[in-house]
T-cell receptor
Framework: GESVGLHLPTLSVQEGDNSIINCAYS??????FIWYKQESGKGPQFIID?????DKRQGQRVTVLLNKTVKHLSLQIAATQPGDSAVYFC??????????FGTGTRLQVFP | GEEVAQTPKHLVRGEGQKAKLYCAPI?????VFWYQQVLKNEFKFLIS????????ETGMPKERFSAKCLPNSPCSLEIQATKLEDSAVYFC???????????FGPGTRLTVL
């Protein structure tokens, strides 16, 4: 079936460096994509979203890039901080508006 | 409220016992979604509601699982006879419109012994 997946299960970066988390999706009909951050023992926290009519969207220290040609989604975090340590999930939205999540990437930030 | 609220935070049941989880969506949100997360991994969609009406139940196990969203009451997810494999964290999310961002609650951790 259709699925959303992640290339790297764990990403380790030094504080202050930029982080890039990648995601591949398979449903070319999906028109809405979201990145969530999940800290231990908490629910997913919305970070940023993007619709399929856009290629790039920027937030505070975060940027999401969408490449529909290769069905690829990425999350860029600028100047990564210890508080950014968490598991990051990409998700796509289907017609019935349920979210299809990827398996998650753990981001570890070292001082 | 301004956050999705879920109760209880933790729930422990013996195999075969009933489990009932509650969710209060953000005030003004018309859509409620339930997801199951096993082993801190992927999220599995269970069911969604538009107000008190089932919107999509394609993820709900046919047996043992049921859910409701009644007016002026928290939404609920009930498992009639729990099994070991039901152990997971159950998340509720709500959104204002069907195309809007889904905001998640803190989850209920269900442990079946």
């Amino acid at each position: 079936g259709e699925s959303v997946g992640l290339h790297l299960p764990t990403l380790s970066v030094q504080e202050g460096d930029n982080s890039i988390i990648n995601c591949a999706y398979s449903n070319s009909a999906s028109d809405y994509f979201i990145w969530y951050k999940q800290e231990s023992g908490k629910g997913p926290q919305f970070i940023i979203d993007i619709r399929s009519n856009m290629d790039k969207r920027q937030g505070q220290r975060v940027t999401v890039l969408l490449n529909k040609t290769v069905k690829h989604l990425s999350l860029q975090i600028a100047a990564t901080q210890p508080g950014d340590s968490a598991v990051y999930f990409c998700a796509e939205k289907e017609n019935t508006d349920k979210l299809i999540f990827g398996t998650g990437t753990r981001l570890q930030v070292f001082p | 409220g301004e956050e999705v609220a879920q109760t209880p935070k933790h729930l422990v049941r013996g195999e075969g016992q009933k489990a009932k989880l509650y969710c209060a969506p953000i005030k003004g949100h018309s859509y409620v979604f339930w997801y199951q997360q096993v082993l801190k991994n992927e999220f599995k969609f269970l069911i969604s509601f538009q107000n008190e009406n089932v919107f999509d139940e394609t993820g709900m196990p046919k047996e043992r699982f049921s859910a409701k969203c009644l007016p002026n009451s928290p939404c609920s997810l009930e498992i009639q006879a729990t099994k070991l494999e039901d152990s997971a964290v159950y998340f509720c999310a709500s959104s204002q419109w069907d195309t809007d961002t889904q905001y998640f609650g803190p989850g209920t951790r269900l442990t079946v012994l």
